[in-house]
């Protein structure tokens, strides 16, 4: 029994080497500082490693089912921890460079912070559809939404973020200036 | 809408930029709607550009490291919420566990502990496929692999014990064990020096009634004989013969000038008052190949092989159980509605997930596979219904 749990630590592997830089990103984005997304990484994955019986009943593609354990825990998170968020504390792995500052880009940190404003299915859509680069149908996939509702949601949250950002951008623009 | 056509215009210039077209081009399609659509879309642009945060190679590694030892509490779970039988242990066997190798979850069935692990791998082999080609093959494969499964499962042992019987509801196994099932056909394989040249219709050179399906049945009466012997647990003394020659239709099937001849029988009941099959066939078979040669002299003489294939050899070598060629007799009693026990005519079972098809459900028995389209139409409804 040791040697099958062996082999099967094998093939959870090759999961974890095709799943761990999406799910670290999407956490990282939710909670916007290294330590915590790092921490619920591992959660997500010690999770995984546990529940992996339960998954072939779900009937739900295995990305999606990792993802919604990320997303619950994240939300768990939340509730468990205090409701402010570090914001400037960290920067993440990416230094502030002084050139980038000035430059019309977005930053990590100004991103997460207008993120951290919004609903949490808004997040999901933002990070999953623009961070990572998912199709509509790909995202109503993983949330267990239809495709209009997800569109609706896309609509809603780029709105929302532009206010937010447009801040944030104009501020850029002038001080390139 | 308004609110509704610009959550689709929204969409569609996604989807366009997404493709390479520019934010003008975009916006040329929807002059009206520019102005609001604009900024929404400035903005998923910029998102595109924000720098992705990335992870510490240190950390990245001693999680997997972490993982690939963590100790797991492997508790066996039923699969589709029936204990079946001894998974455990026979996939010890199946995986070559006993000769120390370490396996991977790929030689895994259902109900063992590594069994969602192959199926999350092979999920992900399907996702990650780099076009439609090999994503479809990729399915294929996964088909493929189900049937495998399926066949080691129903290898492992007796049909009986496939499900254990605490697991079913008693007046289900009840009606299961009534199932008349016991086969009173036998099969004799022959390769041929040369075609026989029978009475009726002499000649050895290939002749149109060669092709045909040969019953060597003069009468009603004669059938009536052959099944009395056989309702008291004696083989027919003369029996029916239903015989066919495949060389007569595909000549690649022989050497040049040879031929095979099949020979379906009946009765030969599969519970014999004497002896057993194993002893009896043979000598039975001669007693058959005499029989032809009545009908076709000098018949004997071309026989170069046999192959003889009593009720109970279709019983051990194929698992048809009883010998029965039809997975259930093949009386009103055990047909349509009624197939394979009333009340379960549907390809459903007492469990959920567990489906029948094959001769044992309608429209069988018989070798045309609606029993499979159907039942598979079944899950499908069912399926789509839950």
Known sequence: MRAAQAGDAEAFAALYERYVDRLYRYIYYRVGNRTEAEDLTEQVFLK????????????????????????NLVIDHYRTTRP???????GGPTPADPDRLLSLRLELADLQQALARLPEE??????????????????????????????????????????LLGGVRNRGNIEAH | METSRLT???ARCLDALATGQTLDECLAAYPDLAAELRPLLETALALRQVPPPTIDPAFRQRLRERLRTAPVRVRPRPLWGWPAVRWAAAAVLATGLLAGTVVSSAESLPGDPLYPTKLAVEEVQVALAPDPYTRQEARWRRADERLRELTRLADRGDAEHLVEASHLPEEFLTAVRNIRMEGCSMKINLALDGLPSFRALPGSTLLPHHRTTIHLCPSIDYIERAWDEAKYGHPSTQPMLEITIPTSYDDSLAPPGKHIMNIFLQYTPYRLREGNWHQLKESYADRVLALVEEYAPGFRNLVLHRQVISPLDLEETYGLTGGNIFHGEMAVDQLF??????????????????????????????????PGYNAAREIL??????
Request: charged share 20%; glycine share 12%; proline share 4%.
């Open chain 1, 84 to 90: 402010t968020q570090s914001l400037e504390a960290t």
């Open chain 2, 381 to 386: 409804r069912q399926r789509e219904g839950s």
């Open chain 1, 48 to 71: 995984a490693w546990e529940a992996i019986r339960r998954y072939e009943e779900r009937g739900v593609p295995f990305g999606a089912w990792l993802f919604r354990l990320a997303h």
């Open chain 2, 8 to 10: 689709e215009a929204l």
């Open chain 1, 122 to 163: 808004q997040q999901a859509v933002i990070i999953l559809r623009f961070l990572e680069g998912l199709s509509h149908q790909e995202v109503a996939r993983l949330l267990g939404k239809s495709e209009g509702a997800v569109r609706v949601i896309q609509h809603r949250a780029l709105a929302a973020l532009a206010r």
């Open chain 2, 337 to 370: 509605f009624l197939r394979p026990v009333p009340g379960w005519a549907q390809y459903r079972t007492p469990l959920r997930g567990l489906y029948l098809c094959g001769s044992g459900t309608h429209p069988g028995g018989g070798v045309m596979g609606a």
